[in-house]
C-alpha cells in the first residue's frame, strides 16, 4: 500500500508542472483519493494520479469538473472513508473551481458564448402570426424538424440550416404571401351554416342507420326516424335524398372515435383561411333500449380541427383539438369560440368521455344497448370574420395603397399578377364569392411606394432598425422586377418573399457593433428579441420595440413592468407549451400508445387532460409564484373530471381544467406525480425505475446519470407477472460498475412505481397471465378488463446519502425538503431556455446568485423569472 | 298608288291581329288544359304531402290532382313558357330533371303507361324493417326502375312492398332478389 502511495506521488510530481506541484491538491488527492483512483486502482476508470490539469482540452475539462463536483457534493470520498477536514475540502474545491472558471474564461475571451441561430419551427410560424396578424396560419408542419442541444431546440449546436430548410423557407413565404395579400375589392361574403352532425358524407348517418347513434327531437327519439333495432336502415342514400338527416334531428351519438369512423361537421370546408365564429350546442343522456334518460353526470365532447388532404377523405386524425366541451345531463349547453380556420380545414368531433362501444354488429343493436350518449343539437359556423378590408395581413405590406381593377388592355406592358385556384375538398356546402375580377394592389408612384412600405415592414421583420442601404437594396429589387414588366404587387412579392428568407429574418440576431462591448452585453433590440422568444416564442411587439429603441427597455423597472406584461398576455402560453414540451418532454406524451389489455381505460381524452393538467399547474405556480418545493409536492393539483377520477378524487364535474385541493395523504399534485410525467418515462406497457429515476434525476434534480455503458442490455420488464422490475434491478445491481450509478437513479425510480404506466396510482403490477382477478375500481362499466393483478407494488428505497423512505409520499417529502436544488435546476433549465446555450461551469456563480436572490424574496418561480431576466447572464450574449 | 299601299299595309294588321289572338286563344286553350304524368317516387300516401310540398317550390307547374293508385298527378303548365325551345318529346324529360332536382331526387316524372291496367300483374312481397320513410325509399329504389315494373309501393310499417308489373318481363324472383340486394329482409326469412 505504502509503495502504491509512493509511486502515485512521484506520478503525481512528475506530471506536475513546478507551479501546479504547488498547488493544495496534491496532499488531499493522496490522502483521500488515490486509494481507489490511481494507477493500480482506477476505480470507475478515473487514474487521478495521471490526471494533468490540461484544461484546454474539453475532455480533461470536464472530468476535472466532475472531479470538483463529487468533492464538492461529499459524494467522494465514499461514506464508508474517513473524512477530510472541511477546510481541507474547502481549499481543494476552492482551487479547482477558480482553475476551471479561469480556464473557462481564457478559452472563451473570444468566443461569442450564445452562437447566432435560426428561428425554430415554432418561432418562425408564430413570428409570422403575429407579423400578418395571421394567428393560426399552419407553417412548422411543412418546415424540416428542428434538432436538439442541451434539452432544448432554441440552441444554435442543434439549429443547422440547409438547402432543404431554404427551399421550404421559399414555399412558406409564397404560401404567407398568397394569405396575405387582398385580391378582392370587398371581404369575402360572410356565411353562417347550421350543421348537423348527421350530415352528408360525414360519417355519422351512416353509424346512427346501423344503431350507433340515434336521431333524437324535443329530447325523445325521433318518430321519423326509429332506432335500428333487429333491423337497421336500410340504403343511406334514400335517407340522405328524403331528408331524414335534415328535418332538425338532434344527433345522439354512442360510439367513440376510431379506425373506421371519424366524425366530421364535413359540410362547412373552408375555402377562406380565417377567424371563424364556432358554436355547437351539446348535452347528454342515458339510453335505455329505446328510452332517454338522464345521463351518469356531465360528459365531455371534443371538437377538433381536421385538414383534409388528397381526394378530401383523408384526415383521420385530428389536426389539433379545439377543446372538450361539457354535454350536460338532459341540459342543452351552447358553447361559442372563434378560431382560425385554414384552407380545407373542417371542424371534428368525438364523444371523448364515452367508452368505445359499437351497436352495429350485436344482436338489437340501438333498441338493445344501455348506455350513455352525447347529444349534438347543432353546430353553427360563421365566417370569414373581418373587421377591416383590406386585412391587417395586406394592410402590412401595402399600407392604404388602393386596390384597383387589372385590366390588361390598359396595361398591355404590364404581366397581371398571378393568382393561385383554391380548391376545395370534400363535401363542403359553402361556396366561394363569384369572381370580382382581377384586382391587385395599385400605385402612382412604385419606387417611391416601394421604399415607403420597405422602410415599414422591414424593421419589424427583421426586429430590429434597419440601414438604408439594406432598404434600398429590396428596393433595387422592386424596381428590377418593374422594369421587366411585372405588376407592382408582383413586384413587391419578390422584395418580401426575399426579405422572409433572408438571414435577418430567419436568423436571431445581434448588432455587430455592440459585441465586446459593455461586457458582451447583447444590443438593445436583440435583448428586446431575447425576452419575447423567450415569453411569446415570437418577435417583439410595438412597445418592446419602443423601448428598445429608447434605451429603457433594460431599466430594472421598466424590465420588471414588462416581464410581467409578456407573463400576463395569452401569448404566453406559447412559453408554457414550448418550455413544457422540452424540459418535461411533454412532447413525447403520445410517442407510446398503452398496451390495450394492460390498460384499456386510457384513451385520447385521458392523454390531453395529462397534458392539460401539467400546463395549467405550470402556469399556476407562475401566477401564483409558488416555490419550487410545488415542482414535486403540493397541496392542490389542476383537474378536470377525467383526471379526477383517474386518480381517484371525487367531487371534480366536468372537462374544464381547474383548481382542486387535494386529501391530505393525495401524493398528486407535483410534476413528479403527475400522469403526464409517469406516462412519458415509461414505455406503455410497463414502468422501470431506470428510465425514471433518470427522468427524476435530469429533469427535476438538475443532475443527469451518466450513460450507461455499451453493450449492456436494458432490462426487460416481465408483463406476465412472474418477476418484479425491482427482483431484476437487483441481480443487475450486484455488479459494482452497475451500483455506482443506479444507487442514484433507482431510488426516486423505485418511489414512482407507485404508479403505473398512464398514471394510476397502483398497490400492485397488472399481469396479462399470472394474477388475481383485478377489480374494476374507477374503470369506465362499459370498457371491459381482462388483467390481473400480479405481485405487490414495492416503492421504497434509501437515496444516495443514506435517507430511506418507504413510500411515495415519503420520498416528495425528502426531495421537496431539497427546494433549494430543484430552484437552481429550474434556473438553469429556464438559462438554457432562455439564452440557447448549454450552462458552462463558469455560469455556475451566476446562476447561484440568481437562485440566492429569489430565495431572498421568496424563493417564487415568478420570482425566479423576474431575478433570470435582471440577470447578467440574461443579457450578454 | 298610296291607297293600294295603305289597304295592304291594313291587311297585314288585320292578318295579323288575327294571327295573335288565336296563338293566344291556342295557348290559353293549351294552358288549361291539365296535363296528366305518371310520378314515380309516389310510394306510399304520406308521400301526396311531400309531392304537394314540392311542388309549392315550384310556382310554375300546377298540381291539379294526385292519382295515388295509378301513380299518376294531372298539372297545369305552359309547356312552351317553362321549356322554352324543347320539343314536344323532350318534355316529360324536362319535366322529369325539374321534379327530380327539386325533390333531392326523391320524385320524378314518366310517360303515362302504354299497358292497359288488365295485362299488368300486382305482386305483394311481405317484408319486415322500420317504419321508416327513408327505409322505403330506400326499398321503393331497389325495384321501380326494373324494366317491367309499372308502378311500385313500399311501406314497412304495412309489411309490404307492391309492384304492379308486366309478367311478360319481370318475375316475384327477380323483385326479391333486387330487394334483398338492397337489404330488405323479406318477411319468409
Known amino acids: 500500500m505504502i509503495v502504491r502511495v509512493l509511486i502515485a506521488v512521484f506520478v503525481l510530481l512528475v506530471g506536475l508542472s513546478k507551479s501546479e506541484a504547488d498547488e493544495p491538491r496534491q496532499a488531499f488527492f493522496q490522502a483521500h483519493c488515490f486509494e481507489c483512483h490511481d494507477a493500480n486502482a482506477k476505480q470507475g476508470g478515473l487514474d487521478l494520479s495521471a490526471l494533468k490539469l490540461e484544461l484546454a482540452n474539453d475532455d480533461n475539462f470536464a472530468r476535472w469538473v466532475k472531479v470538483h463536483d463529487r468533492i464538492k457534493s461529499g459524494e467522494m470520498p465514499p461514506k464508508k472513508q474517513p473524512r477530510p477536514p472541511a477546510t481541507e475540502t474547502a481549499a481543494v474545491t476552492k482551487w479547482l473551481k477558480e482553475s476551471l472558471i479561469k480556464a473557462e474564461q481564457t478559452q472563451m475571451a473570444d468566443e461569442v458564448r450564445t452562437g447566432v441561430r435560426r428561428l425554430t419551427r415554432a418561432e418562425y410560424e408564430n413570428t409570422i402570426r403575429d407579423l400578418f396578424d395571421m394567428p393560426g396560419i399552419a407553417l412548422q408542419g411543412n418546415l424540416p424538424g428542428d434538432g436538439s442541444a442541451h434539452g432544448f431546440d432554441k440552441n444554435s449546436d442543434a439549429l443547422d440550416i440547409s438547402h432543404v430548410n431554404m427551399a421550404k423557407y421559399v414555399e412558406a413565404a409564397d404560401h404567407v404571401l398568397d394569405l396575405a395579400i ?277 424593421p419589424k421583420a427583421f426586429r430590429r432598425p434597419v440601414n438604408d442601404d439594406v432598404r434600398r437594396a429590396y428596393v433595387a429589387k422592386v424596381d428590377e422586377r418593374l422594369k421587366v414588366g411585372d405588376s407592382f404587387e408582383t413586384a413587391m412579392r419578390w422584395a418580401y418573399r426575399a426579405a422572409l428568407c433572408s438571414p435577418d429574418f430567419l436568423y436571431l440576431v445581434a448588432d455587430a457593433a455592440s459585441i465586446g462591448t459593455d461586457v458582451g452585453r447583447v444590443d438593445d433590440h436583440a435583448f428586446a428579441c431575447r425576452l419575447s422568444y423567450l415569453f411569446w416564442n415570437s418577435k417583439p411587439d410595438d412597445r418592446l420595440t419602443e423601448l428598445a429603441a429608447s434605451g429603457k427597455l433594460r431599466t430594472p423597472g421598466v424590465l420588471r413592468s414588462e416581464t410581467e406584461r409578456l407573463l400576463k398576455d395569452s401569448k404566453s402560453q406559447r412559453f408554457i407549451e414550448d418550455f413544457l414540451g422540452q424540459w418535461l418532454k411533454l412532447r413525447q406524451i403520445a410517442s407510446t400508445d398503452p398496451d390495450r389489455k394492460l390498460y384499456p381505460e386510457f384513451n385520447p381524452y385521458l392523454q390531453d387532460s395529462m397534458v392539460a393538467e401539467t400546463r395549467a399547474y405550470f402556469r399556476e405556480l407562475i401566477d401564483k409564484d409558488f416555490d419550487a418545493s410545488h415542482l414535486v409536492r403540493s397541496k392542490f393539483a389542476m383537474l378536470n373530471e377525467k383526471l379526477a377520477v383517474h386518480y381517484g378524487i371525487p367531487g371534480v364535474v366536468g372537462s374544464q381544467i381547474r383548481r382542486v385541493d387535494l386529501p391530505a395523504d393525495c401524493p398528486r399534485g407535483g410534476f413528479l406525480t403527475q400522469a403526464s410525467i409517469l406516462k412519458i418515462t415509461a414505455n406503455g406497457t410497463t414502468t422501470s425505475p431506470v428510465p425514471r429515476g433518470a427522468f427524476v434525476m435530469d429533469r427535476l434534480l438538475g443532475q443527469p446519470p451518466e450513460p450507461p455503458p455499451p453493450n449492456i442490455p436494458a432490462i426487460e420488464p416481465d408483463v406476465r407477472g412472474a418477476k418484479t422490475i425491482r427482483e431484476q434491478l437487483d441481480k443487475h445491481r450486484t455488479d459494482a460498475v452497475c451500483a455506482s450509478c443506479h444507487a442514484k437513479m433507482d431510488p426516486p425510480g423505485f418511489a414512482l412505481e407507485a404508479f403505473d404506466v398512464i398514471g394510476g396510482l397502483r398497490t400492485r403490477y397488472r399481469s396479462i397471465g399470472d394474477g388475481d382477478a383485478a377489480p374494476r375500481g374507477s374503470i369506465d362499466p362499459f370498457i371491459g378488463i381482462s388483467f390481473k393483478l400480479g405481485p405487490p407494488v414495492d416503492a421504497s428505497g434509501v437515496l444516495l446519502d443514506e435517507r430511506s423512505f418507504k413510500d411515495v409520499t415519503e420520498f416528495q417529502t425528502l426531495i421537496a425538503a431539497d427546494s433549494g436544488r430543484l430552484l437552481k435546476n429550474l434556473a438553469q433549465q429556464f438559462a438554457i431556455y432562455a439564452i440557447g446555450r448549454d450552462i458552462s461551469f463558469s455560469d455556475r456563480d451566476p446562476i447561484a446568485a440568481i437562485v440566492a436572490n429569489t430565495q431572498k424574496n421568496g424563493g417564487g418561480i415568478r420570482t425566479l423569472i423576474h431575478e433570470l431576466t435582471q440577470s447578467q447572464l440574461f443579457q450578454t450574449r | 298608288m298610296k291607297n293600294r299601299n295603305r289597304n295592304n299595309l291594313s291587311r297585314v294588321v288585320r292578318w295579323l291581329v288575327v294571327l295573335i289572338l288565336s296563338l293566344a286563344a291556342w295557348r290559353t286553350a293549351n294552358a288549361a288544359e291539365p296535363i296528366k304524368h305518371q310520378i314515380t317516387g309516389l310510394f306510399s300516401t304520406d308521400r301526396e304531402a311531400d309531392l304537394r310540398a314540392t311542388f309549392k317550390e315550384l310556382p310554375e307547374f300546377k298540381l291539379v290532382s294526385i292519382d295515388f293508385k295509378n301513380a299518376e298527378a294531372s298539372f297545369e303548365y305552359d309547356p312552351a313558357k317553362v321549356f322554352p325551345n324543347a320539343k314536344p318529346e323532350q318534355i316529360v324529360e324536362r319535366f322529369e330533371n325539374v321534379l327530380r332536382q327539386a325533390s333531392r331526387h326523391t320524385f320524378g316524372i314518366k310517360p303515362l303507361r302504354s299497358l292497359p291496367k288488365d295485362k299488368l300483374t300486382l305482386i305483394e312481397i311481405p317484408v319486415v324493417g322500420l317504419d321508416c320513410k327513408g327505409c322505403c325509399l330506400g326499398a321503393y329504389d331497389a325495384i321501380y326502375k326494373l324494366p317491367g315494373v309499372e308502378m311500385a309501393t313500399a311501406s314497412f310499417k304495412e309489411g309490404r312492398v307492391t309492384a304492379l308489373v308486366n309478367p311478360e318481363k319481370i318475375d316475384r324472383v327477380e323483385l326479391e332478389t333486387a330487394l334483398k340486394q338492397r337489404g330488405v329482409q323479406l318477411k319468409t326469412e
Open chain 1, 182 to 458: 387582398a385580391t378582392q375589392p370587398k371581404a369575402p361574403t360572410v356565411q353562417t351554416r347550421r350543421i348537423s352532425l348527421a350530415n352528408s358524407g360525414g360519417f355519422v348517418a351512416h353509424v346512427i342507420l346501423n344503431g350507433d347513434g340515434v336521431l333524437l327531437k324535443n329530447k325523445q327519439p325521433d318518430p321519423e326516424f326509429p332506432p335500428a333495432g333487429d333491423q337497421h336502415h336500410i340504403d343511406e342514400g334514400a335517407h340522405e335524398r328524403i331528408g331524414s338527416f335534415r328535418n332538425g334531428a338532434t344527433v345522439g351519438l354512442f360510439r367513440h372515435e376510431d379506425e373506421s369512423l371519424s366524425p366530421y361537421f364535413i359540410e362547412h370546408v373552408t375555402i377562406y383561411p380565417g377567424r371563424y365564429r364556432v358554436r355547437t350546442s351539446l348535452w347528454s343522456f342515458q339510453w335505455d333500449k329505446g328510452k332517454v334518460l338522464p345521463s351518469r353526470g356531465t360528459e365531455a365532447a371534443r371538437l377538433s380541427v381536421v385538414q383534409l388532404t388528397g381526394d378530401g377523405r383523408g384526415g383521420q386524425h385530428p389536426s389539433y383539438v379545439l377543446g372538450y366541451f361539457d354535454a350536460p345531463s338532459m341540459d342543452s349547453r351552447e358553447h361559442e369560440l372563434v378560431t382560425w380556420l385554414n384552407h380545407n380545414e373542417l371542424i371534428g368531433f368525438n364523444t371523448a368521455s364515452l367508452a368505445p362501444v359499437a351497436n352495429y354488429n350485436r344482436k338489437g343493436r340501438a333498441m338493445a344497448f344501455t348506455g350513455p350518449g352525447i347529444a349534438v343539437d347543432w353546430l353553427d359556423i360563421e365566417g370569414p370574420l373581418h373587421d377591416v378590408w383590406p386585412p391587417r395581413s395586406h394592410r402590412v405590406l401595402f399600407g392604404d395603397l388602393p386596390l384597383d381593377e387589372f385590366k390588361p388592355a390598359e396595361k398591355s406592358s404590364v404581366r397581371a399578377p398571378q393568382r393561385k385556384q383554391v380548391r376545395q375538398l370534400g363535401a363542403g356546402r359553402n361556396r366561394p364569392d363569384p369572381s370580382q375580377g382581377l384586382w391587385t394592389v395599385s400605385s402612382e408612384q412604385p419606387l417611391v411606394d416601394a421604399d415607403r412600405l420597405l422602410a415599414s415592414f422591414l
